[in-house]
């Protein structure tokens, strides 16, 4: 079992920034990837990013890329989420998950096993 615990959302002007934290425990940190998703109302949970165990190998979808940064503390047992440059159609709940697995987890909901209770980014124009 891993338990995730996020922080950070909040309210923000357009070309602002955030630094969404998720933190684990239950299992040791080095034996799994995370992800971040969101969800925006009335449309489907989205992938956002991943990171593999060894934080070198990370994935992003296409509309963040050059904006958000994921990123692993390992002191801390925590992902973090860097969003800079935001846009209001950033504004969702934003998820973070873990997969069972080393490497970057890819962008399907199906391989992630644990998530965490969301935390509200939204972006003002």
């Known amino acids: 079992q891993v338990q995730l615990i996020e922080s950070g959302g909040g309210l923000v002007q357009a070309g602002g920034s955030l630094r969404l934290s998720c933190t684990a425990s239950?299992?040791?940190?080095?034996?799994?990837?995370m992800g971040w998703f969101r969800q925006a109302p009335g449309k489907e949970r989205e992938f956002v990013a991943s990171?593999?165990?060894?934080?070198?190998?990370?994935l992003y979808t296409d509309s963040v890329k050059g904006r958000f940064t994921i990123s692993r503390g390992y002191a801390e047992n925590t992902v973090y989420l860097q969003m800079n440059g935001l846009k209001p159609e950033d504004t969702a709940v934003y998820y973070c998950?873990?997969?069972?697995?080393?490497?970057?987890?890819?962008?399907?909901?199906?391989?992630?096993?644990?998530w965490g209770q969301g935390t509200q980014v939204t972006v003002s124009s």
């Open positions: 990171i593999g165990w060894s934080g070198i190998s990370t």
């Open positions: 998950a873990v997969a069972l697995i080393n490497a970057a987890p890819p962008p399907q909901r199906s391989a992630y096993d644990y």
């Open positions: 239950g299992r040791p940190f080095r034996t799994y990837g």
